[in-house]
């Protein structure tokens, strides 16, 4: 399996000369869409990643430091897409992790990991709300997705965003984006940008159950040792 995720690696104090790239990590349905929103309206952009970058495994530290030259931001955000899956559970698009902890251990970028959590039943039966996808295949590729992830954020720096406390509580969510986007963001526009997302989000938010998620006893029993309180 591969990763769906968007990414923050080393939490930098002060500000650093550094190309900054920030990544979102989680699995489909963690809260790409609500961070993705919370920044645009903090006034930054944020990338999807791009197969001709993406994909290119061999070259890859080459290739993505062309792209990044090309870009006119002094800093890179990937996660308008989720990882390690894709979307919707199944489609193979995700960086290649490898070539981004290169990077940052040579010193060409500062990569910040932002690990997205949320209690994945909930998270699978999002995305099978707003996806066509079959329930089982998409359940176990969310759990492996969580085992790599997991393996993954063991031993490197990261700051973790837990979807159920972000979307109750906004100074949480400004608090847990703020070591990531530091030395990016504008704090106080970041800070109001939470509160009115958060606000909004609450009101659309949705819950699931027996009855409106498909195969949800599948998905709590092949999740069951995965399950959060995020």
Aim: positive net charge; proline residues 5%; charged residues 15%.
């Amino acid at each position: 399996m591969r990763f769906c995720f968007g990414i923050l690696l080393g939490l930098v104090l002060g500000v650093s000369s550094k190309r900054k790239v920030v990544l979102l990590i989680g699995i489909e349905g963690t809260g790409h869409h609500l961070i993705e929103t919370v920044l645009k309206q903090s006034q930054l952009y944020v990338h999807a990643f791009t197969p001709d970058v993406v994909m290119a495994r061999e070259h890859f530290s080459q290739k993505y430091l062309q792209w990044y030259d090309a870009k006119s931001e002094p800093y890179i955000i990937h996660g308008a897409d989720s990882f390690p899956e894709g979307r919707p559970l199944h489609a193979i698009n995700h960086p290649h992790l490898p070539g981004f902890l290169l990077l940052n251990e040579t010193g060409e970028i500062n990569l910040r990991l932002v690990v997205l959590k949320r209690d994945p039943v909930d998270a699978v039966c999002s995305a099978l709300r707003r996806f066509h996808a079959d329930p089982i295949s998409s359940g176990r590729t969310a759990s492996d997705s969580l085992y790599m992830i997991q393996s993954i954020v063991q031993s490197v720096p990261h700051t973790t965003v837990c979807f159920k406390r972000a979307m109750n509580d906004s100074a949480y969510l400004f608090q847990a984006l703020w070591p990531a986007l530091n030395g990016i963001a504008d704090k106080q526009m970041l800070r109001n940008a939470t509160s009115h997302v958060v606000l909004f989000a609450v009101q659309t938010h949705h819950t699931y159950s027996e009855t409106t998620c498909p195969k949800y006893a599948f998905l709590k029993n092949i999740l069951h040792s995965q399950r959060t309180s995020c």
